[in-house]
């Protein structure tokens, strides 16, 4: 509560608004971030709609190993912000079923320190629950992958799912007793 009453009620409207209201939890940790500061570790899946084991459970994600350490795909070098915050980026450099970009400079470490820097949204802010339309988007986002004739709609779930764990398959490749968790139980873990 300290925090909320620290931040002043216009940003705690603005967080109530990104979120539609629905995902205190989460727009408190976003008040504490602010959008601009890189959080170190983030407890992720707070207010699950399932109540099924393992779903139920939270997920631990340590933003701090992720931006800052040799974890790509191949394990060989740093990952750029934009590979998970895919619409901080500009236009043209989007790759794949990517077409929506919300920043004309390549989100970095370094843009993010300056003052009139636009803040990072969650993935959630636009990635909502299933039947939680996201604010200021017409709906969740869809895409048509190539290989495949009915589009995906990319519910929270789905996109954070599509981007942890088709990230940590590649690892477990290349690294068999990998910490990079694959299985539902390894990932969403009971306090
Ligand atoms: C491996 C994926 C990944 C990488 C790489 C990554 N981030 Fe993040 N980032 C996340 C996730 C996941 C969150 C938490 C979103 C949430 O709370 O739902 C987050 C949150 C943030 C937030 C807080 C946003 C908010 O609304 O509270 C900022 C700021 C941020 N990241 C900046 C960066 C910057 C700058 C870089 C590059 C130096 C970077 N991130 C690299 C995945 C990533
Ligand atoms: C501003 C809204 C917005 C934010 C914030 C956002 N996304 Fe997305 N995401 C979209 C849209 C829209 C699409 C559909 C493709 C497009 O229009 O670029 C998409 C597509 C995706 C896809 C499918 C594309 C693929 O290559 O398979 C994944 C996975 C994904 N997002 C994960 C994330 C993650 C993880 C975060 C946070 C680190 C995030 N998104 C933040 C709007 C957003
Ligand atoms: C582009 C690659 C990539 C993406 C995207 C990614 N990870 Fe990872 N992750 C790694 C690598 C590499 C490791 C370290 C593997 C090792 O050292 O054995 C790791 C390790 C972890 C660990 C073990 C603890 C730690 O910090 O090392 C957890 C938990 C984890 N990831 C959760 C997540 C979650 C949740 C997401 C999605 C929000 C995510 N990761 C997205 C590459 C990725
Ligand atoms: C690499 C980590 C990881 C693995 C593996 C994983 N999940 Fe998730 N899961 C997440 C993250 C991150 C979210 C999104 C949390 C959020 O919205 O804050 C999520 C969200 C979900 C949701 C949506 C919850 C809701 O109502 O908002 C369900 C259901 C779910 N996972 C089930 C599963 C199941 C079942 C498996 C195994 C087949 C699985 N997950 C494997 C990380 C993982």
């Keep these: 509560m300290k925090i909320l009453l620290a931040c002043g009620a216009a940003s705690v409207l603005a967080a109530v608004a990104l979120f539609g209201g629905t995902r205190t939890t989460l727009a408190v940790g976003a008040l504490l971030f602010d959008g601009k500061v890189q959080p170190k570790e983030v407890v992720l899946n707070k207010t699950p709609k399932t109540a099924k084991s393992p779903d139920k459970f939270p997920v631990p994600f340590s933003h701090e190993n992720h931006a800052a350490k040799n974890y790509s795909a191949d394990m060989k070098s740093v990952l750029g912000c934009a590979e998970c915050h895919h619409t901080?980026?500009?236009?043209?450099?989007?790759?794949?079923?990517?077409?929506t970009a919300e920043r004309d400079e390549l989100l970095t470490a370094a843009l993010l320190e300056k003052p009139d820097a636009k803040p990072v949204k969650s993935c959630a802010a636009c990635h909502t629950q299933e039947g939680v339309k996201p604010a200021g988007l017409a709906a969740?986002?869809?895409v048509t992958y190539p290989e495949e004739s009915d589009p995906?709609?990319?519910t929270n779930g789905e996109a954070y799912h599509r981007n942890c764990i088709t990230c940590h398959e590649s690892v477990k490749k290349l690294k068999a007793d990998t910490k990079a968790p694959t299985t539902c139980a390894s990932c969403h873990v009971a306090k």
């Design 140 to 142: 969740i986002p869809e």
């Design 88 to 99: 901080d980026q500009p236009k043209a450099a989007l790759k794949g079923v990517l077409k």
């Design 152 to 154: 995906t709609i990319l």
